[in-house]
Nanobody, 124 residues
Framework: QVQLVESGGGLVQAGGSLRLSCTAS????????MAWFRQAPGKEREFVAN????????VLADSVKGRFTISRDNAKNTVYLQMNSLKPEDTAVYYC?????????????????WGQGTQVTVSS
């Protein structure tokens, strides 16, 4: 059973940075597409970024392009989300997600494995 555990959330002022980490266990992490989603209060879960397991190709949501970077370290079974120039509208619970195979999907229902989420709060 694949388990994903996020860490690195917290409270930061607007313009600041945070790095989220998600460590996987129980599966072949190196063959999973990994992604980050977020959900703000009263809003639907939205796609933030994903990264392929081969080639490291990434897809980022327009709202975070130029500010966020997704990366992975297969040797550590960990995917990262580096968040710079944070804005109050980035405030949300951030979820790590994974799926086996090849996909560039930005749909949450395409990912079968989920972490418990980590809170990111950006103050103005």
């Amino acid at each position: 059973q694949v388990q994903l555990v996020e860490s690195g959330g917290g409270l930061v002022q607007a313009g600041g940075s945070l790095r989220l980490s998600c460590t996987a266990s129980g599966g072949t992490f190196s063959r999973y597409v990994m992604a980050w989603f977020r959900q703000a209060p009263g809003k639907e879960r939205e796609f933030v970024a994903n990264i392929q397991w081969i080639g490291g190709r990434t897809v980022l949501a327009d709202s975070v392009k130029g500010r966020f970077t997704i990366s992975r370290d297969n040797a550590k079974n960990t995917v990262y989300l580096q968040m710079n120039s944070l804005k109050p509208e980035d405030t949300a619970v951030y979820y790590c997600a994974g799926t086996a195979g090849f996909t560039t999907s930005t749909r949450a229902d395409e990912y079968g494995y989920w972490g418990q989420g980590t809170q990111v709060t950006v103050s103005s």
